[in-house]
Nanobody, 115 residues
Framework: QVQLVESGGGLVQPGGSLRLSCAAS????????MRWYRQAPKNERELVAL???????NYADSVKGRFTISRDNAKNWVYLQMNNLKPEDTAVYYC?????????WGQGTQVTVSS
């Protein structure tokens, strides 16, 4: 079992920045890939970014050049630095991890980009 807790969401103006954090606890030895997803109202959940245990990253086209995913394997945290935020980035952001026993999800943190 892995428990995930996200933090760092909030209200920000267009062009601003936020840094999301996700703390993992539990059976940490089995965590491989860590991911950030988001879901806006009336939209399907979409993958925003992922990072493998070895540090390989991948991003959705809509966030490339603006968002950066990173992880601290010693602390089992994953981060999402979000710069130049746009109103269309407004969503609930979820972290998720892949493990040998399945995928685990956090409860989500709201990000609202509005003037």
């Amino acid at each position: 079992q892995v428990q995930l807790v996200e933090s760092g969401g909030g209200l920000v103006q267009p062009g601003g920045s936020l840094r999301l954090s996700c703390a993992a606890s539990g059976s940490l030895f089995s965590i491989t890939t860590m991911r950030w997803y988001r879901q806006a109202p009336k939209n399907e959940r979409e993958l925003v970014a992922l990072i493998t245990r070895g540090g390989i990253t991948n991003y959705a086209d809509s966030v490339k050049g603006r968002f950066t995913i990173s992880r601290d394997n010693a602390k089992n945290w994953v981060y999402l630095q979000m710069n130049n935020l746009k109103p269309e980035d407004t969503a609930v952001y979820y972290c998720a991890v892949d493990t040998s026993t399945g995928d685990y999800w956090g409860q989500g943190t709201q990000v609202t980009v509005s003037s």
